[in-house]
């Protein structure tokens, strides 16, 4: 299908979902990751009002998470709208692969801008011009979001998340995904950093720790925030899952830790602990293991740049000979972690960044 075509073939579709006559309908494309294409849609109605929607297109064989799934998303979305977290309302999923050739997911937009991310927030962009009180309630209301995602259950509306086939509910269900994970990114090849963290977070885990929602991909440059600094919306759940809370706040730990190494402190941003305590408000109560968590987010992170490393090396983008699944600052980080010396960065690491921006 061409892409003229495609676009005809969703304005009709949208006329049909909105129930109403379109006049017409002008499609903008975001930058897009490998597992979903995500498309802007403005639609012109004949009586004159419009509508500005997202089209989440699937792309299968482009995900970088395991069990991305486009009607998973779809799913979390409405039961965190009906549990009152702000994100982009949902329109409709379609599976009908006749319509577009794959299924995909239709949201209203929401308006709002987010963390930076290249350059870091910590180097450019509209969050380092913010005055220090401003820039902690920016912190405060997005760990306070985090919190509030991660204080829901299974039977808030998140029971489809159970996958028992990687273990019993919580900890041991998310280390039996982790590990999956890890055989499909890295196709059974040894990653001595990932490997010995997943040993140590195997003969460490906490225990008796509640079951609750996970965000998945809990960093700020997934929230919408208005110019007062309100939330707008939370984006990006396709590695929602169930376990246990802390996944997520160790997740934003690390990533907040890797972008921040080397640069000049904000003023205004709570440190470790502060952002322990606003999260744990949310949360209704008190956050264990914190570095366990920090670790886990670590081979998390670790994960998407060999799972990314290895779509890179499919696609032709990368030699099938590249280190960079191992040597990149993301398991550096996680050897530092874990006590182990830190793999080397050098130039096939600027040949990924390269890659991932021009594919």
Request: aromatic residues 8%; negative net charge; charged residues 20%.
């Amino acid at each position: 299908m061409t892409e003229s075509q495609l676009f005809v073939a969703l304005e009709a579709w949208l006329a049909k979902r909105l129930g109403q006559e379109v006049e017409k309908v002008d499609f903008g494309r975001a930058s897009n990751g490998f597992s979903a294409e995500t498309l802007f849609a403005t639609v012109t109605l004949a009586s004159g009002g419009v509508r500005e929607l997202v089209l989440r297109m699937e792309q299968p064989g482009g995900e970088i998470f395991l069990d991305t799934d486009i009607s998973t998303q779809a799913w979390v979305l409405a039961a965190l709208s009906a549990n009152a977290i702000p994100c982009p309302p949902l329109l409709a999923l379609e599976e009908n692969l006749s319509i577009a050739g794959r299924r995909f997911l239709a949201m209203e937009r929401i308006g709002g801008r987010n963390f930076p991310q290249a350059p870091s927030y910590f180097v450019n962009g509209w969050v380092k011009e913010l005055d220090a009180d401003s820039r902690s309630r920016l912190w405060h209301n997005a760990l306070t979001l985090l919190g509030s995602i991660n204080h829901l259950a299974p039977d808030d509306g998140f029971e489809f998340l159970d996958r028992p086939h990687y273990g019993a509910a919580g900890i041991d269900q998310y280390l039996g995904w982790l590990r999956a994970w890890r055989n499909e990114a890295l196709v059974g090849q040894p990653n001595p950093v990932i490997d010995s963290a997943l040993d140590w977070l195997a003969d460490h885990k906490p225990h008796d720790l509640p079951v609750n929602l996970i965000w998945g991909d809990s960093n700020p440059c997934n929230i919408l925030f208005s110019n007062d600094l309100s939330v707008t919306a939370a984006l990006d759940f396709e590695a929602a899952a169930l376990g246990p809370a802390e996944v997520d706040i160790g997740w934003w730990l690390f990533l907040d830790g890797v972008r921040g190494k080397g640069k000049e402190k904000l003023s205004g941003v709570p440190g470790r602990s502060e952002c322990v305590a606003i999260y744990e408000n949310a949360l209704g109560r008190k956050a264990v293991a914190i570095d366990y968590f920090e670790i886990l987010g670590g081979v998390r992170m670790a994960l998407v740049i060999a799972r990314t490393t290895r779509r890179l090396i499919e696609t032709g983008l990368l030699p099938a000979d590249t280190p960079v699944a191992l040597e990149n600052p993301m398991t550096a980080a996680l050897a530092a972690l874990i006590d182990q010396p830190p793999p080397p960065v050098g130039e096939e690491f600027r040949a990924f960044i390269k890659a991932v921006a021009g594919r």
